[in-house]
């Protein structure tokens, strides 16, 4: 297939704090799923936010001065999608949509100019589990998009996504045409550095100013304004 450029852009949506939240359910899960790989109860905690998977336990093992070798990771990769598994009526429960997501996804997912798929350093089978048992994942093309299991690097997610999707549409992504949205500064570099557009969304721990700052070309308080995130994302971008 020849990739052309059709005017299609390529939306890709963070999901930790921009889409949902687990409410304590990662946390939870993921200590399970240490201890699993390791046979060691998690008992120090690694920074999370704009982290891959991969990249979180290696720092979690340094911690606790276990080996950083390819057993633990492949045991880790594993068991995590399967406590997951197992915990979804319970991340259903405690966990939720945040407010707008679900409207803007779906008002999104209509219009044809657009590809919307996910950049997130959560391992793809843990993606896939958030977003159906919220029910996003129908809005969003899963095959488009990038996870911590392709690259530890997260900006190099960006060009992983990029070619996916191209694979499948037949368009050329690139920076002109890419948009990488999510809640904290670490995504905002993700898009920049790895060669798209950002823009923020202040659902986590970072205010639009503190989005807008960072680089993020639009910043919006959360996602309840569906008509303007629409109108911005088929606008010309600066």
Not at 137 to 163: E, F, H, M, N, S
């Amino acid at each position: 297939m020849i990739a052309s450029r059709s005017g299609r852009r390529l939306i890709l949506w963070d999901i930790d704090h921009t889409l949902i939240e687990t409410r304590g359910v990662g946390g939870d899960l993921y200590a399970n799923a240490f201890h699993t790989a390791t046979g060691v109860r998690m008992v120090h905690k690694a920074e999370v936010t704009g982290q891959t998977e991969p990249s979180i336990l290696t720092a979690t093992l340094r911690l606790h001065g276990i080996a950083e070798d390819e057993p633990h990771l492949s045991r880790y990769t594993a068991a995590l999608p399967a406590e997951y598994d197992r915990h979804r009526a319970e991340l259903a429960e405690r966990g939720r949509v945040l407010p707008g997501a679900q409207p803007t996804l779906a008002t999104l997912a209509d219009r044809q100019e657009l590809v919307q798929s996910v950049l997130t350093g959560n391992l793809r089978e843990v993606a896939r589990i958030k977003l159906e048992v919220f029910g996003l994942d129908r809005y969003v093309d899963l095959d488009a998009g990038a996870y911590g299991d392709d690259d530890t690097d997260r900006p190099k997610l960006v060009a992983i996504a990029q070619r996916r999707a191209m694979a499948k549409y037949g368009d050329v992504f690139d920076r002109d045409n890419t948009v990488v949205i999510g809640d904290s500064s670490h995504d905002i570099n993700t898009g920049l550095r790895g060669g798209a557009h950002a823009a923020g969304v202040a659902s986590g721990s970072e205010s639009v100013e503190q989005l807008r700052a960072a680089g993020a070309l639009v910043a919006w308080p959360g996602l309840t304004d569906t008509a303007a995130i629409e109108a911005f994302l088929l606008s010309p971008l600066a």
